[in-house]
């Protein structure tokens, strides 16, 4: 298995790529600002082929490059139906104050020719891999996590660099902007909701194996158990049901 990530623009969002090893069929996760030519070169290293964009919300830092990646590689782009507007109209999910900052040079945005939508447990199997979604709003309203099984060596390329033996965890989970190593997204831009954000944690992240690697939208690699353990979001939550992928 092989995963490839880096960070992209100004907001340094983690953008990923997922495949069963080099030479094969990929998935791009979050291609950000100024992703596209950081995705062609892992493909060219790997000789890889991306055949699916999964964004984990439609905040202008993961989907930047959505159309762009998805044209080059003729990529089926899978997205969750509340936040796919913001594929179009990526500034109604931010504050209007910045607009000229992020877009001075007159970018403009557009869905790719081929979106699917998410739904609440769906499984999406694709480029050899399974990957489970967990509806997770509260950072937007469609945001969601990926989880995949780790099936097994995993080679990792590029950064966030491992941090441990992800080839021991059940899961990697891709978790966006609802899990980050000591913190948590934020809830006070457009379609963000805090009470709902810790409900998404309690009855999606809580009732998660230990062991699981969470690759978050921005900064280094954690898991579950160190998050469960060191996280002061996560105090007090009362997990929710048992679940598995």
């Not at 790997?46 to 003729?74: I, Q």
């Not at 509340?82 to 109209?89: I, N, S």
């Not at 790719?112 to 480029?127: C, I, Q």
């Not at 699981?212 to 049901?241: M, S």
């Amino acid at each position: 298995m092989l995963v490839a990530g880096f960070p992209t623009g100004v907001f340094a969002a983690n953008c990923y790529l997922v495949a069963t090893g080099p030479g094969e069929d990929c998935v791009v996760v979050d291609p950000g600002q100024d992703a596209a030519s950081a995705v062609d070169e892992v493909v060219r290293e790997h000789r890889l082929r991306p055949v699916a964009v999964l964004l984990t919300h439609g905040h202008l830092d993961h989907m930047w490059s959505v159309l762009p990646v998805c044209g080059s590689y003729d990529a089926t782009c899978w997205v969750h139906p509340a936040d796919r507007p913001l594929l179009a109209d990526p500034l109604r999910g931010l504050p209007p104050e910045w607009a000229g900052a992020l877009l001075g040079g007159g970018q403009s945005f557009a869905e790719p020719d081929d979106v699917r939508e998410l739904t609440d447990g769906a499984r999406v199997d694709v480029a050899g891999l399974s990957f489970t979604v967990d509806h997770t709003p509260g950072h937007t309203s469609g945001s969601v996590a990926f989880r995949t099984p780790v099936e097994g060596d995993v080679r990792g390329a590029g950064a966030p660099t491992w941090t441990g033996q992800a080839s021991a965890a059940p899961e990697l989970m891709f978790a966006g902007d609802l899990l980050f190593a000591g913190s948590i997204g934020r809830t006070d831009l457009p379609g963000g909701d805090h009470p709902t954000m810790l409900r998404s944690l309690a009855d999606k992240v809580l009732p998660l194996d230990d062991r699981i690697v969470v690759l978050p939208g921005h900064g280094d690699q954690t898991t579950i158990g160190r998050e469960r353990q060191t996280n002061p979001f996560l105090r007090g939550l009362v997990p929710g049901p048992a679940r598995s992928g």
